[in-house]
């Protein structure tokens, strides 16, 4: 029989306990609990399972940082997609918030790095409707779209950046 992992032992413990693990598995976890204490501490009910709460902590936070990510991608998009209609100048409220996110995501970094990819998506944006035959606008105003678009991302990691310090613990 192969010797098996205190977490695979973990996993089936419980299975095991209610009578609903195989004949396999109930022998490996006695023969894994007949050579590890703390796995045996937690098959008696002594011992409650120890989670990996640095781990988690890395998970909710990563998963925390791609939420933040895509909002900040959909509202470059969104703003971006808003540059060539009627509806510009709500991009005044849209890029501050974009630049709250990016704040989030980059804290100080934010101030150059939002600003550059605001520029690379636009012209990857402008790029591409190049190659489809739709060009709404040329490529100098969408570059000056970016610059009035990147104070507006200045003014909302600024924003962002004070709430921040405000509120920092001491």
């Known amino acids: 029989m192969n010797e098996i992992s205190c977490k695979i032992c973990?996993?089936?413990?419980?299975?095991?306990?209610?009578?609903?693990?195989?004949?396999?598995?109930?022998?490996?976890?006695?023969?894994?609990?007949s050579k590890c204490e703390s796995c045996a501490a937690y098959y008696s009910g002594e011992m409650p399972p120890v989670a990996d709460?640095?781990?988690?902590?890395?998970?909710?936070?990563?998963?925390?940082?791609?939420f933040f990510i895509?909002?900040?991608?959909?509202?470059?998009?969104?703003?971006?997609?808003?540059?060539?209609?009627?509806?510009?100048?709500?991009?005044?409220?849209?890029?501050?918030?974009?630049?709250?996110?990016?704040?989030v995501i980059f804290r100080w970094k934010a101030l150059y790095a939002?600003?550059?990819?605001?520029?690379?998506t636009n012209l990857?944006?402008?790029?591409?409707?190049?190659?489809?035959?739709?060009?709404e606008i040329g490529l100098y105003s969408r570059v000056m779209w970016t610059g009035i678009y990147s104070i507006f991302v200045v003014v909302g990691i600024m924003i962002a950046g004070l709430i921040h310090y405000a509120f920092r613990k001491e």
Do not use: C, W
Request: aromatic share 10%.
């Open 53 to 66: 709460t640095d781990k988690l902590m890395v998970e909710v936070k990563r998963k925390v940082q791609f």
């Open 114 to 120: 939002v600003p550059l990819l605001l520029l690379v």
């Open 10 to 33: 973990m996993d089936l413990i419980p299975l095991v306990q209610d009578g609903i693990a195989s004949e396999d598995s109930r022998e490996a976890v006695e023969q894994h609990i």
């Open 70 to 103: 895509m909002l900040l991608m959909f509202g470059i998009f969104f703003g971006l997609g808003l540059t060539a209609s009627s509806e510009l100048f709500y991009n005044s409220l849209i890029m501050p918030v974009v630049g709250v996110f990016g704040y």
């Open 124 to 135: 990857i944006s402008f790029v591409l409707n190049v190659f489809q035959g739709i060009e």
